[in-house]
């Protein structure tokens, strides 16, 4: 598949964001979807991902209770949406797909910046 984000902004600490990830190519609905992030001078870092066999999500410890993934199948479209956002938050953000049967996330979008003002 193809991945297209979209949804980054700059947004005060405290707001909220929903980034948007859509899918071009067949199969969708059998890859699990995960968003990752990268802050300046940092490594890319997972944040959450939503299997696709059941729907189960895993979340980073930093988000936990703050961000929400969801997919609709439907539209091809894997979601993230942000809330209490904080300056720590700020990156580029990733949405990338992981095939079924394979043991890493290996297709990516092209990012999308996020910035949380304090």
């Known amino acids: 598949v193809q991945l297209q984000a979209s949804g980054g902004g700059l947004v005060q600490a405290g707001g909220s964001l929903r980034l948007s990830c859509a899918a071009s190519g067949r199969g969708f609905r059998r890859y699990d979807m995960g968003w990752f992030r990268q802050a300046p001078g940092k490594e890319r870092e997972f944040v959450v991902d939503?299997?696709?066999?059941?729907?189960?999500?895993s979340y980073a410890d930093s988000v936990k209770g703050r961000f929400t993934i969801s997919r609709d199948n439907a539209k091809n479209t894997v979601y993230l949406q942000m809330n209490s956002l904080k300056p720590e938050d700020t990156a580029v953000y990733y949405c990338a797909a992981r095939g079924a049967g394979s043991s890493r996330y290996d297709q990516w979008g092209q990012g999308t910046q996020v910035t949380v003002s304090s």
């Open positions: 939503i299997r696709w066999r059941d729907g189960s999500t």
